[in-house]
């Protein structure tokens, strides 16, 4: 489907845009991760109802309306005139599921963005991207009143495989949050197949 | 925002009233009544451009909102954006683009597809684009 891809390097008429989905259940700080590294934009789509699962919404009142507005609102940082990366949030209600494929289509990565006061609520989006094969890091959100715990912890309650970073943050801070892309993009170097002679390919983070 | 080549905001034509009240032409008209993109889908961060040189489009048969697109797209545009900007739900754009590629207006280039990942050397301008914030 895709055009032709002959020159990897300038993909989309020299304009190259990477997609990074930020996840983890609700209220954990996905909104104020986006809010702070990125210039958020509205976007939205309308769905059907009846694909976005009306058998678990309340529809008394609304029987002649078929479809529903989805608010996908964006975070867009452009790094250069030809290079940006675009952050999506992934929808935290559970009927929205079915656009999670969509958003994780052609997805560079992924922020998974836990609370460790109720880890619980992250554990759909991690098992969503191990299952579709989505490099994704843990980022730990410190809120104030939640006790610390150290990201090997963090790492080792969610089950995840060791590989994966653990960082923890502040969504409220622009250079945590940077951070916390850093180690996702590292990660991704790092565990890139067959990767050439990278001088800064490390993992870091 | 976005201004349409006439300077006019795209919700500014008589049609709005507000956000809560919608557009009183309904999308299902802006689209005649399609609601499938003719292609699958656009994924959300392809990047749309409209052909060069740009053809003369009738306004006859090309509504306000495929020229629009047109025009904002003499620059390469990510589809995401477009939706932002021209403040159209995807579902609504992505008919849209269907009816401009189909007709040879713009051309597309997804990204990368699931299995596909972008080089070393992308990941590493991004890498040093984001450590230059």
């Known amino acids: ?205 | 925002m976005v201004m349409a080549g006439d300077g006019r905001h795209p919700r500014d034509s008589a049609e709005w009233f507000d956000d809560d009240a919608g557009p009183l032409i309904r999308h299902f008209a802006v689209t005649r009544g399609r609601t499938h993109a003719s292609r699958s889908d656009f994924a959300m961060v392809a990047v749309v451009q409209t052909v060069s040189p740009e053809p003369h489009v009738d306004p006859l048969h090309w509504g306000p909102e495929h020229r629009e697109i047109l025009r904002l797209c003499r620059r390469a545009t990510v589809v995401a954006d477009l939706g932002s900007d021209l403040d159209l739900p995807l579902s609504v754009l992505h008919v849209l683009l269907g009816d401009l590629l189909d007709n040879g207006l713009i051309t597309l280039h997804e990204p990368f597809t699931p299995g596909e990942r972008p080089s070393p050397k992308i990941l590493r301008d991004v890498l040093h684009g984001l450590e230059a914030l």
């Open chain 1, 1 to 205: 489907m895709a055009s032709k891809h002959s020159d990897p390097e300038a993909l989309g008429h020299g304009l190259t845009a990477l997609k990074i989905l930020v996840s983890g259940g609700f209220g954990v700080g996905k909104t104020t991760l986006v809010g702070s590294v990125s210039e958020v934009r509205p976007l939205r789509t309308e769905e059907d109802l009846t694909r976005a699962g009306s058998g678990t919404d309340d529809l008394s009142g609304v029987e002649n309306k078929r479809t529903t507005t989805v608010a996908l609102d964006y975070g867009r940082i452009t790094l250069r005139d030809d290079l940006a990366v675009y952050l999506f949030g992934t929808p935290g209600q559970d009927r929205f599921w079915f656009m999670w494929d969509e958003l994780s289509n052609g997805a560079l990565g992924a922020v998974v963005i836990a609370d460790t006061r109720r880890l619980e609520v992250s554990f759909p989006a991690i098992d969503f991207f191990e299952k579709r094969g989505v490099p994704f890091i843990v980022a730990v959100n410190r809120f104030d009143n939640a006790e610390y715990h150290a990201p090997e912890d963090v790492g080792a309650a969610l089950d995840l495989d060791p590989q994966v970073p653990v960082i923890v943050f502040d969504a409220r801070q622009r250079t945590s949050g940077k951070q916390v892309l850093i180690t996702l993009v590292r990660y991704l170097l790092a565990s890139q197949p067959r990767v050439r002679d990278d001088a800064d390919a490390g993992a870091g983070g």
